[in-house]
């Protein structure tokens, strides 16, 4: 029996290590587009958009942040919605690394975003799902809801959600683009740790999963919409139902955060009009109560003001487009809900414990 002993040995610490492998979640730089690559605590990886097409700049780092992460292949991609800035470094992208499954919000779209959903089809051919709320992205080892797909969103609460009193009075907004409003947001769970990306959902809809009853609970981390823009995005009663501790910014040098929120004051459900809220996007995520910290992928040159920008060292990128060499920002969570982000730009990292 003894000659056994040393298969057992390797497959108990490969179980082992298995069981202690964080959940990564890296940021990639795609200059005010979206890509997240997330890595389960299995080794399965979900990327989130595949950024801009702009000379294929955007699927190199993408496919530069899989290899950091040792990946051979993206097991699932979930395209959110069909602008050029979340699909166009597809076509490149599937050409440098092997893609399992895909998964979007479905066909509707408008006449000018067709390219891209063309685009998609081309590298989905066969391997595509759409998806609706209450589906689950079957990533293993970590559990991803969708909450909003093809303008719906979430029946009933999850997460421990219950009546919102924020939602009293609180202002409305008219919708934005259709295809914002289509977008495929994600609740990501893994034991205490939850991980909310809506990407380009706006007011309105966020309205839906917050009022009057919340739907999504509290988060730890919350990937801020819009690029962090906020700009017809941010509902306050909103933001303050999901109570998140990080946040991080996906924006670009001169797009997302810093943009001036235009949108027109409107009337409370009653009539009234609104109390004035915090127009200042980096601001009014600052002021929540319970933020511990804001993580940005650059800091703003349209508003470099560093009182409406985070801490440098939780930058990642601070020069134009032009010079940018594209650092990521990584999540590393550990089952315990204790995790790090880091900026790779210069190493700094904090420690964090899901409440």
Not at 45 to 62: C, P
Not at 66 to 87: C, N, P, W
Not at 276 to 284: A, F, G, W
Request: contains cysteine; hydrophobic residues 40%; glycine residues 10%.
């Amino acid at each position: 029996m003894t000659r056994f002993l040393p298969a057992l040995f390797l497959v108990a610490a490969w179980s082992l290590a298995a069981q202690t492998r964080p959940l990564d979640i890296y940021w990639i730089d795609v200059e005010g587009g979206a890509a997240t690559l997330i890595v389960s605590p299995t080794g399965e990886s979900l990327l989130i958009d595949t950024g801009w097409t702009v000379g294929d700049r955007d699927a190199k780092r993408i496919y530069a942040a899989t290899q950091e992460a040792g990946l051979k292949r993206i097991d699932h991609l979930l395209i959110s919605h069909f602008h050029a800035d979340h699909v166009g470094g597809l076509a490149a992208l599937s050409k440098m690394i092997p893609i399992g499954r895909f998964f979007d919000h479905g066909d509707a779209i408008e006449p000018q975003n067709q390219q891209w959903l063309d685009s998609y089809k081309a590298a989905s051919a066969g391997k595509r799902t759409i998806v609706k709320p209450g589906d689950a992205i079957p990533v293993k080892g970590v559990r991803t809801l969708v909450v909003s797909s093809d303008e719906r969103v979430l029946a009933t609460a999850i997460n421990g959600g219950g009546p919102n009193p924020l939602c009293t009075d609180a202002e409305q907004k008219a919708p934005v683009a259709p295809e914002n409003q289509r977008t495929v947001g994600v609740l990501l769970t893994y034991g205490k740790f939850k991980f909310l990306d809506l990407i380009d959902l706006d007011w309105e809809k966020e309205m839906e999963l917050a009022c009057p009853v919340n739907k999504l609970g509290q988060v730890t981390l919350y990937q801020s919409s819009r690029h962090g823009s906020l700009d017809g995005a941010g509902a306050p009663a909103f933001l303050g139902a999901i109570r998140p501790q990080v946040v991080v910014v996906n924006n670009g040098p001169r797009k997302g955060l810093g943009q001036v929120d235009n949108t027109v004051k409107s009337l409370t459900p009653s009539g009234k009009r609104t109390a004035p809220y915090e127009k200042n996007s980096y601001q009014r995520l600052a002021k929540q109560p319970g933020i511990e910290d804001i993580w940005q992928q650059h800091l703003s040159l349209l508003d470099p003001d560093p009182s409406h920008n985070t801490g440098e060292n939780m930058i990642a990128n601070l020069e134009d487009t032009a010079e940018c060499k594209g650092h990521w920002i990584k999540a590393s969570v550990q089952q315990s809900g204790k995790f790090s982000v880091t900026n790779s730009r210069n190493g700094f990292s904090k420690t964090y414990l899901a409440r």
